[in-house]
């Protein structure tokens, strides 16, 4: 089966531009989780949605980040406008269940906002 | 709120030699703990979770961890590195119960030395 498929792999903007990041999860799975990683800092969630519903939203940085999961199968994470503090690598995870069930993890995006 | 502790930066090990990355954890209620690898320019990888039972866990590779719940620790052992095992690997915890959020470190680097 595929694994979870992030676009692009790579984005350079210049600060207060837009910037979408998009996530293709495995099929199948109803769980999708974003995390973000600042350099040389920890990965940090950022949400989470079952289906097309965010379930838990709370590590969203602030109102300039928008995620959306319209029909509950890819997902896009709006920035708008962008701050150099943005920059980082952003990860797109996926799980079949909710309980027990690990979380398969894409390739990151990476953000550099200059 | 969970949180990761990898109190090492980078693990040097010979090649043959056996491998320890250590991890410790705070989590509210039981944990569900997981490590996950990165190599270069790829995403994250699961290697393998305690959820119950068994305090050592096997999972790939030749990986394993034993969780030791006095300790509140899930450190990653393999009794024969490689080469090919230099990598990031990091550590996450979740609470059995309520939010599904991995908390992570911030990685330790493994470099196998041949």
């Known amino acids: 089966e595929a694994g979870v498929t992030q676009f692009p792999s790579h984005s350079v903007i210049e600060k207060g531009q837009t910037v979408t990041l998009r996530c293709d999860p495995i099929s199948g799975h109803d769980n999708l989780y974003w995390y973000r990683r600042v350099m040389g800092k920890e990965i940090k969630f950022l949400l989470h949605?079952?289906?097309?519903?965010?379930?838990?939203e709370s590590g969203m940085p602030n109102n300039r980040f928008l995620a959306e999961r319209t029909g509950g199968t890819y997902s896009t994470l709006k920035v708008q406008p962008a701050e150099l503090e943005d920059s980082g690598v952003y990860f797109c995870a996926s799980s079949r269940g909710s309980d027990s069930y690990e979380q398969y993890f894409g390739p990151g995006t990476r953000l550099t906002v200059t | 709120a969970q949180s990761v502790a990898q109190p090492e930066d980078q693990v040097n090990v010979a090649e043959g030699n056996p491998l320890t990355v250590k991890c410790t954890y705070s989590?509210?209620?039981?944990?569900?703990l997981f490590w996950y690898v990165q190599y270069p320019n790829r995403g994250l990888q699961f290697l393998l979770k305690y959820i119950t039972g068994d305090n050592l866990v096997k999972g790939s590779y030749g990986f394993e961890a034993e969780f030791n719940k006095s300790q509140t620790s899930f450190h990653l052992k393999k009794p024969s590195a490689l080469v090919s095992d230099s990598a990031l690997y990091f550590c996450a915890v979740r609470p059995y119960y309520g939010n599904n959020r991995l908390a992570f470190g911030k990685g330790n680097q493994v470099v196998v030395i041949p």
């Open positions: 949605f079952v289906k097309e519903s965010k379930q838990d």
């Open positions: 989590v509210s209620g039981n944990p569900y």
